[in-house]
């Protein structure tokens, strides 16, 4: 099949420089985005007058069709086709003859391509958007369920002091709100139209930007056509933030691997989002996290590819742009699944509360709270803090907690200590006493959830 710019060459391309400069085979799922564009453009153009409004007709309808047909797989895409632009003229004009010639009037596939891919990556970011907010709704939903079941918190990966479930699992929430805030920005930023910049230097037709504009959902119009054409700054800013979204699931995934091992045990994983070992029978592995953790690299690659590709880019348009589609098509399709499956695993886990509270015990994670108990009762705390760390390793001499201490032993490192210390230290009281605003105790908590599911009502 010939080239449309087949007419300025002596000779037809070579075979392997068409397979080798073909995108049809990825971009053709632009198929939606290329027609939505074209019926816009069509219908500008025929408003103005540049085209009659006999042709419009029969566009607007060869479109329709083509789409039906493509979604029905009665047209198959292949290499007999450049891209899905080309792909898509060529067949409106093979079913409506000369009216399709005329679809491209005061239009090139330089910001052809610029507003398929806004489009696209405007309806992706949507629908991650949307899946970011299931989650959160599910992170709302067990946090309720488990404030008051004790864990310990950690710093360094050592037992640091006591936090609990809810606590925990809202620190992610308010990392996945704000992957849905950055999106939110990001959707902001782009609201601007390619369509009209022509090659790179607009077009002598009377064409009407601002109707395109507004027809495709966008506010307005880009103001430079040079800009329009060679801006993917919207993907980089998408790509970076579907790497810093995955990077928060990747946390997510490294302590959930963590606390479903035998050495943590404060989680179990629903059979049905688990593996076993072909050799080991005992094994049940939590690979769904271990490949969340691991595309995480695969989405830092997209964007890092992006980032390189575009970097010495002179303007307009240069086809290393071509480039911009995989990278961004597998950090979508990489995200999208990531937290399509992640959400029910969350749902079907089983928590030990047991377990976790066991592990609290241990560790002397209401070490700082006695160093506090001592502070309120006047010794400054750098002092506090001695003594308790003495007592800290007279505890771990005898193999016992500080609780485990009697007021005796106690009080060889202060006569500050009386009875009511142990009250002070029960990991309970070390829990509810920190009522700061963003701190574990179930009051803090519960305004957190609160004040998340008001946010999350207002996204509906």
Avoid at 196 to 211: E, F, H, K
Wanted: glycine share 6%.
């Amino acid at each position: 099949m010939a080239k449309m710019w087949q007419s300025r060459f002596q000779k037809e391309e070579d075979e392997l420089v068409n397979q080798f400069n073909a995108s049809i085979l990825f971009d053709q799922r632009l198929f939606h985005e290329d027609i939505q564009g074209s019926r816009a453009h069509a219908n500008m153009l025929a408003k103005q007058g540049i085209i009659t409004k006999e042709d419009n007709a029969l566009i607007q309808k060869g479109l329709q069709d083509i789409e039906w047909e493509i979604e029905a797989g009665k047209i198959h895409l292949d290499l007999r086709y450049e891209d899905i632009h080309m792909a898509v003229e060529e067949i409106l004009t093979e079913k409506i003859g000369d009216a399709g010639k005329r679809l491209h009037t005061a239009r090139s596939r330089n910001d052809q391509v610029a507003v398929d891919l806004k489009l696209y990556a405007r309806k992706e970011m949507k629908e991650i958007r949307s899946l970011v907010i299931a989650l959160l709704k599910t992170i709302s939903s067990l946090a309720k369920n488990h404030l008051n079941t004790i864990m310990p918190g950690y710093t360094h990966l050592q037992r640091a002091q006591p936090i609990t479930f809810a606590h925990w699992l809202m620190a992610y929430g308010a990392m996945l709100q704000r992957d849905a805030v950055r999106i939110d920005h990001l959707l902001e930023d782009m609201d601007t139209c390619p369509l009209g910049s022509g090659a790179l230097a607009g077009t002598t037709y009377p064409i009407d930007r601002v109707q395109t504009a507004i027809a495709l959902g966008f506010e307005g119009p880009m103001l430079n056509s040079l800009d329009g054409v060679s801006d993917r700054d919207y993907l980089l800013e998408a790509l970076s933030d579907l790497s810093i979204l995955m990077m928060h699931l990747s946390r997510f995934s490294e302590e959930i691997v963590a606390y479903c091992s035998w050495e943590f045990k404060f989680i179990e994983l629903d059979d049905a989002y688990a593996t076993g070992s072909s050799i080991m029978p005992q094994k049940k592995n939590p690979d769904i996290c271990e490949l969340v953790r691991g595309k995480t690299g695969r989405v830092y690659g997209d964007l890092m590819q992006m980032l390189t590709t575009m970097k010495g880019l002179p303007l307009a348009y240069n086809k290393d742009m071509q480039e911009d589609k995989e990278s961004f098509f597998d950090a979508v399709d990489t995200v999208k699944i990531a937290l399509e499956v992640f959400r029910p695993m969350l749902e079907t886990m089983t928590v030990l509360a047991k377990n976790m509270e066991r592990a609290a015990k241990k560790g002397f994670i209401n070490a700082t709270d006695m160093a506090d108990y001592l502070t309120k009762k006047g010794m400054p705390f750098r002092d506090a803090y001695k003594v308790t760390g003495k007592a800290v390793a007279y505890a771990i001499e005898k193999d016992a907690g500080l609780n485990d201490l009697s007021l005796e032993e106690l009080k060889d490192f202060s006569d500050l200590f009386e009875e009511d210390v142990y009250q002070a230290i029960d990991l309970l009281t070390c829990v509810n006493a920190r009522q700061s605003l963003g701190g574990p105790s179930p009051k803090a908590v519960t305004e957190h959830i609160e004040e998340m599911d008001a946010w999350l009502e207002e996204q509906e």
